[in-house]
């Protein structure tokens, strides 16, 4: 038997190694073009809406900060003769309140528009709120949460924790207020009567337009403003929301209220669907997140005022 001298054996190991890795990638590939031609062709089989019109749906889930890409939606919306009608559907304990104050303005201008109706599923708290409020219509599931009508600026005050491990922070500012507060220092002061006021300027705006959104006296308006959640049923007879239902509930309002056709169909306009190779790049990102151990889904940090609910916080 002839014996393969070790530099040829290693040789060929290698590039057996080699043909094989090569036809693995390649059967990859192939998995992978297969999908891409299979999206595309879904993507383009698709019926298109008919000349009748459609209803846009408006998903709003998760934390709410500011977002372009959203405004540009809404301004395409609005020039879009083919949508009738749209509904908001949100399930979010709130956010900034300057994401809150741009979903409320755009829906303002949508509803000057077209009608418009939010449907609040699991949860509609403090800037989710605010955005249902920019529609002309609520409805809620009896057990929805809702409210958390507030405005919430948080300090963390860890200078005991710097002394124990012997950090010392200093700084040069501008100005007395300037970086304020530190936190290695209590709110206390001129820094906490300067947050105070934005605060207060923050929650006289929110409390001013559910009194105007909701038709209701300010200081009923001010008294459900004290950050507390209610269930649908209780925000119902508050007048916080219109009616108990869901989307189906709402399409009926939108036909029997609005004059809107009955069984259009209803599209989802936000989040933006994946177009094309979108969904690629989306599963490569995971992957290369996966690869890297890190999680899927990162948290969503809120820069400023926030007017948020979550269970251990107020309002």
Not at 66 to 89: G, S
Not at 99 to 115: D, I, V
């Amino acid at each position: 038997m002839t014996q393969i001298p070790p530099f040829e054996a290693h040789e060929a190991l290698a590039a057996d190694t080699f043909r094989r890795s090569r036809g693995r990638w390649r059967i990859i590939a192939l998995v992978c073009a297969i999908a891409v031609v299979l999206a595309l062709f879904g993507r383009f089989a698709m019926p298109s809406a008919t000349g009748s019109g459609t209803i846009a749906r408006i998903t709003i889930d998760g934390t709410i900060s500011t977002n372009a890409a959203r405004q540009k939606m809404f301004a395409e919306l609005i020039e879009d003769d083919n949508i009738k009608a749209v509904i908001v559907a949100i399930n979010s304990p709130g956010g900034t309140t300057a994401g809150g104050e741009e979903l409320y303005e755009a829906l303002r201008r949508l509803s000057a528009e077209k009608p418009t109706v939010s449907v609040i599923n699991e949860l509609g708290a403090s800037a989710a709120y605010m955005t249902a409020i920019g529609t002309d219509h609520i409805f809620a599931r009896r057990l929805s949460i809702v409210g958390s009508i507030g405005v919430l600026y948080q300090h963390v005050n860890a200078g005991k924790l710097l002394d124990t491990i012997g950090i010392d922070l200093d700084k040069v500012a501008s100005g007395p207020l300037k970086a304020e507060p530190d936190f290695n220092e209590p709110l206390e002061g001129a820094p906490r009567a300067s947050l105070a006021a934005l605060v207060e300027d923050s929650f006289v705006w929110f409390v001013d337009i559910v009194a105007e959104r909701r038709n209701l006296p300010r200081p009923k308006a001010l008294a459900l403003a004290d950050g507390r959640i209610v269930t649908g049923r209780v925000a119902l007879e508050n007048g916080l929301i219109d009616a108990i239902g869901g989307e189906t509930e709402a399409i009926a309002w939108l036909e029997s209220e609005k004059g809107i056709a009955k069984d259009l169909a209803v599209r989802s306009a936000w989040p933006l669907p994946d177009q094309g190779f979108g969904w690629v790049g989306q599963l490569l990102g995971g992957s290369a997140r996966a690869a890297l151990g890190l999680p899927m889904e990162g948290p969503v940090m809120l820069d400023g005022l926030v007017s948020l609910w979550q269970v251990g916080t107020n309002p």
